[in-house]
């Protein structure tokens, strides 16, 4: 089957690539550092996509990839001087990765409520430890540490600028969207899709069910893990709050609001999320989570497919 | 050995508590597949509304009264307009609603109340001696008045006219509705009876740490450990792991902080999801 190149979609795609590219070359510092930060909360949220939009799990332990992939970044930036941005990604990406086996291991043998349950349970794990683990994490005060050059070691090495980090983060996110948009179309996305839809029927027809999931968790536990990373990187350090159960509820919002199942929803979910949060911030302070949790609670009832979900089969086309 | 004697009372006085905010939360589950995740907030309101209440009246029974039934209400209005939109739809989505509401419950307390604990007076203020420690008659009364607020609840169910509506519900939502049940109106009360017991049990834990916005959180987690421990949406089997899981933190706390000791439960819960995913205290299904 030949698919027909829809104009549309990539016109859009590099529309809003270059908006982004050029965001930081006019927008002020502050706002330069959000875009960013949207970014790197949209790479999670994609992430999660994955399990919620493509596969029907909810996963509620998203904090635990995203942690791990934070704090094996700072181990890997501690550890050796300088700090290396190479070093760092694999590090990062190995931490997400170990802890997405063990959780993927466990909690894909349950369905529904059961695995979002699990999943919350094993992120809480991982916060214990962190928190109570002084020695080692740094347990409250979390880890401080530079940012790396960017570079290949024996090439070429120069410092980040808050724009070419912007550029990076930009890259990265661009390129793991690719990636998952080419994995949710390809055989092994249709059957993650068929497990949505229909499980008994998907082990009926001879696909090992378990196994797709285990792969489902572990790939999105590595993505969840990349953007833990960056955060790593742009804020020069690990709290163990970035564990905390609020960053994987935090996660689900923005999958919500952004429409599951369309990649690209949960970035716009990050962004209205984090919009929201600085508009109502302004004048309710820390309570901006009251409206916000009111108007995800009308968009669960009355606006399920999220903001971007009319444009769902345009986007997976 | 001492030690040990009093971790069993503390044990067994918080798997009480705990099987009163389970049992509330296990209901909901059972009769209308709805995984409460605000169930917590509740319980933390519930000790708000309590301390309110004390403030007025000085009298900790009535506060326990006011308490659990302006959470029913409230119990019954989130149901009403937040729940009953979302039956029929995907249980999944029962579970992102319930996390909204307790998003603004936990915050409307900061805002309310403030990030400073409220203190809640014990009602019963002798001490009995135990080894060479003064044990409070306070705790033995909480663990005797949840269980007979759970055995209250079982006979309802068991022999009350409404208590077999909320069964034949749980049974065949659609069959009894033929029947002649009001259904939509057994899914409000059965809410707002899960809500009251939460509410009922934050204003009994409320005299032992104190009360602040952030409680619910623990007690949402603890009570989902136990509920699928127990076996989802059965009663006795989340009363057992009640008992089952407090206790084991309160051993593990002997060696452990308390902040680590909630690793066992978190450990009992990955065993037996592994062992007997449908539930340690339930029979096993034919």
């Known amino acids: 089957m030949t698919r027909r190149p829809d104009v549309a979609y990539w016109t859009g795609f590099v529309v809003v690539l270059a908006l982004l590219f050029a965001a930081p070359l006019v927008l002020p510092e502050f706002w330069r550092r959000f875009v960013t930060e949207i970014l790197i909360w949209g790479l999670l949220a994609m992430s999660s996509d994955i399990l919620i939009g493509y596969t029907g799990m909810i996963s509620f332990g998203h904090s635990a990839f995203f942690g791990l992939g934070m704090y094996g970044a700072a181990a890997a930036l501690l550890a050796v001087a300088p700090p290396n941005l190479a070093l760092a990604l694999v590090s990062g990406l190995v931490g997400a990765a170990i802890v997405a086996a063990f959780v ?32 080692v994490t740094g347990g409250e005060n979390g880890l401080t540490f530079s940012r790396p050059n960017f570079g290949l070691p024996g090439w070429f090495s120069i410092p980040f600028t808050s724009d070419s980090l912007h550029w990076f983060v930009l890259a990265v996110v661009t390129g793991s969207y690719l990636v998952l948009r080419r994995i949710t179309q390809s055989p092994f996305g249709m059957v993650l899709q068929a497990i949505r839809e229909n499980e008994p029927r998907t082990r009926a027809i001879g696909y090992p069910v378990e196994r797709y999931k285990i792969v489902a968790v572990m790939l999105s536990g590595l993505f969840a893990g990349l953007a833990g990373v960056l955060y790593a990187l742009q804020n020069k350090f690990a709290a163990p709050d970035f564990v905390f159960l609020v960053i994987s509820a935090e996660t689900v919002i923005y999958n919500v609001m952004g429409g599951v199942g369309t990649l690209v929803g949960p970035i716009a979910g990050a962004a209205f999320f984090l919009l929201l949060r600085e508009g109502l911030s302004r004048f309710l302070t820390e309570y901006y989570l009251i409206p916000v949790g009111l108007i995800f609670t009308a968009m669960v009832i009355f606006v399920p497919q999220g903001l971007l979900g009319f444009l769902k089969r345009r986007l997976n086309q | 050995m001492e030690q040990l004697v009093v971790q069993t009372l503390n044990g067994i006085v918080a798997g009480m508590i705990l099987a009163l905010v389970a049992s509330g939360l296990t209901l909901i589950f059972g009769i209308m597949d709805v995984v409460n995740f605000a169930h917590g907030e509740l319980f933390m309101l519930g000790a708000y509304v309590g301390t309110t209440t004390m403030v007025v009246t000085h009298n900790f029974w009535v506060a326990l009264v006011v308490a659990a039934v302006t959470i029913a209400l409230l119990g019954a209005v989130i149901q009403i307009t937040t729940l009953r939109p979302l039956l029929g739809r995907d249980p999944l989505t029962t579970i992102l609603a319930t996390f909204g509401v307790s998003l603004v419950l936990q915050n409307y307390a900061l805002w309310q109340y403030g990030p400073v604990p409220r203190k809640l007076s014990e009602p019963i ?21 949840s269980a007979a607020i759970i055995g209250g609840l079982y006979l309802f169910l068991k022999y009350g006219t409404y208590g077999i509506w909320i069964r034949a519900t749980t049974q065949d939502r659609v069959m009894a509705s033929a029947m002649g049940i009001p259904v939509p109106l057994v899914h409000v009360a059965v809410f707002a009876i899960g809500a009251g017991m939460a509410a009922a049990s934050g204003v009994l834990f409320g005299p032992l740490i104190g009360v602040n916005h952030a409680m619910g959180t623990d007690w949402t987690l603890k009570a989902f450990i136990v509920v ?29 902080s308390p902040s680590q000791a909630v690793i066992v439960s978190f450990v009992a819960l990955i065993l037996t999801l592994l062992i007997r995913p449908t539930g340690l205290f339930v029979p096993t299904p034919k």
């Open chain 1, 104 to 135: 993927a291991y466990f909690a894909t043998r349950l369905r529904d409520i059961y695995f979002s349950i699990t999943t919350l349970v094993f992120s809480q794990i991982f916060y214990v430890i962190i928190f109570t683990w002084t020695d």
């Open chain 2, 228 to 256: 699928v421990v127990g076996g989802m949406g059965n009663l006795g089997g989340s009363i057992l792991a009640s008992i089952f899981i407090s206790l084991l933190e309160a051993y593990a706390a002997l060696w452990v």
């Open chain 2, 125 to 145: 203020t002798g001490h009995f001696k135990l080894f060479d420690l003064e044990y409070p008659y306070y705790r033995i009364a909480i663990a005797v008045l």
